[in-house]
């Protein structure tokens, strides 16, 4: 069955880096489009970044756009999303994607915060 499983959350300063990771299983990541939304505490979830299947070609939220980057390893079948210059608006629960399908990971927790 489709299992996706986040890690890489965690606590960082203003201006840090983070990497989390999406571990999938019960299919191939290069063959799907995969994303990563976010839910900020007390507000809806919201699209963060996307790669698509065919070609990598990747689109990301303003919000995000030039400070994070979504890759995918094709032998690990895993996608990561890599975030840097991290603000604290950036705290929120992030959950990694299948699109196709609508299936989702548990959610790895990262906060922004000095």
């Known amino acids: 069955q489709v299992q996706l499983v986040e890690s890489g959350g965690g606590l960082v300063q203003p201006g840090g880096s983070l990497r989390l990771s999406c571990a999938a299983s019960?299919?191939?990541?290069?063959?799907?489009?995969m994303s990563w939304y976010r839910q900020a505490p007390g507000k809806e979830r919201e699209f963060a970044a996307t790669?698509?299947?065919?070609?990598?070609?990747?689109k990301y939220a303003d919000s995000v756009k030039g400070r994070f980057t979504i890759s995918r390893d094709n032998a690990k079948n895993t996608v990561y999303l890599q975030m840097s210059s991290l603000k604290v608006e950036d705290t929120a629960v992030y959950y990694c994607v299948r699109n196709r399908g609508n299936y989702w990971g548990q959610g790895t927790q990262v906060t922004v915060s000095s």
């Open positions: 790669i698509s299947s065919a070609d990598g070609f990747t």
């Open positions: 019960g299919f191939t990541v290069s063959t799907y489009a």
